[in-house]
């Protein structure tokens, strides 16, 4: 039997899904296999009403040390078109939910654009991040020279994708890589309470909101302004608005039914 690459547990926390990546012998390098069960996991998961917020996790050495070499290293340019892997990150990337990436060890290659991919980020301060796809003869390909220069800036994506050397959670957290650092035993707990933040909120706001700040970096401001607003306007279609705004009036907590 094969063993499972990844594991998923749909309620970790009421409201929040689990996705842990599964190869410890190879630092969780994402092989096809791999990233075709994240893709199909999170399409399941967007679809389950009870599931607000996703959390993607590794182990404590790797989040993730790149796409597999040993996969890759055979083939030549037309296999690569062929076997057309980036349909799966474009999936990936319309996940509707927010996805928060609990990082601990290497975020690297393939792994740190797989954090960049998630909507937000907690590191340990073990954590690691690098695009090192320059020392083994290629770039980044699912995103990183793209991602990257916007998370970070020009100058520093291209030191790391030029030079290939790692930053450490520091570094990653004052060059805006990542919203937090913390000590190496909390990440993924400290994950979940970022999540609960998220969880008790309308998911359906939450949903829109995600979808209006994800064109910050598709549209040009105008066109990304008139999206929004769009989406602004829609809310007020929603019980979850009405709920939300008699629950300041009256000085409670609203309840939330994603309606
Ligand atoms: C396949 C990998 C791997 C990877 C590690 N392993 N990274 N296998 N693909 N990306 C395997 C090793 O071969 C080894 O298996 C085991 O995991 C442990 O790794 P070690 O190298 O022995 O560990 P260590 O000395 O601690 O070094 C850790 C490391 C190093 C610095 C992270 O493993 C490393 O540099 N890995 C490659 C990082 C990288 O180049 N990533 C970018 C990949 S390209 P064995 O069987 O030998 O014990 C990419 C392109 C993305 O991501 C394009 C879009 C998808």
Redesign the pocket.
């Known amino acids: 039997m094969n063993p499972e690459l990844i594991r998923v547990n749909k309620a970790y926390e009421k409201h929040i899904a689990l996705i842990q990546l599964n190869r410890p ?3 969780n ?2 092989n096809l296999q791999v990233m075709g069960e994240i893709r199909d996991t999170l399409m399941e998961l967007d679809n389950d009403p009870e599931v607000r917020v996703i959390i993607i996790t590794g182990n404590e050495r ?1 989040f993730a ?6 996969q ?1 290293a055979g083939k030549g340019a037309i296999d690569m078109l062929k076997i057309d ?1 980036f349909s799966t ?1 474009d999936q990936i990337r319309k996940t509707k939910k927010p996805i928060i990436a609990a990082v601990s060890g ?1 975020a ?4 740190c ?1 797989l954090v960049m991919t998630c909507d937000m980020v907690v590191a340990a301060e073990s954590a690691q991040f690098g695009q ?2 320059i ?2 003869g ?1 770039m ?3 995103g990183g020279t793209q991602r990257l220069p916007r998370a970070v800036g020009k100058v520093k994506a291209m030191e790391m994708a030029l030079t290939g050397n790692f930053i450490s959670a520091e570094e990653a957290l004052n060059w805006g890589l990542i919203n937090k650092v913390v000590p190496n035993e909390s990440y993924l707990s400290e994950a979940v309470r970022l999540a609960k933040d998220i969880a008790k909120q309308s998911p359906i706001a939450v949903q829109l909101a995600k979808e209006s700040v994800l064109k910050a970096y598709e549209m040009p401001l105008q066109e990304a302004l008139s999206f929004e607003r769009k989406n602004f306007y829609m809310l007020f279609a929603t019980q979850d608005q009405k709920e939300g705004m008699a629950a300041f009036v009256e000085k409670r907590k609203p309840s939330f039914k994603g309606e």
Do not use: N, S
């Not at 690297?108 to 792994?111: C, D, E, V």
């Open positions: 012998k190879e630092l390098a994402l790797a040390a790149g796409a597999d070499i040993k890759m892997q990150w290497f690297l290659g393939g792994g654009e090192p796809e020392k083994i290629v980044p390909g699912a």
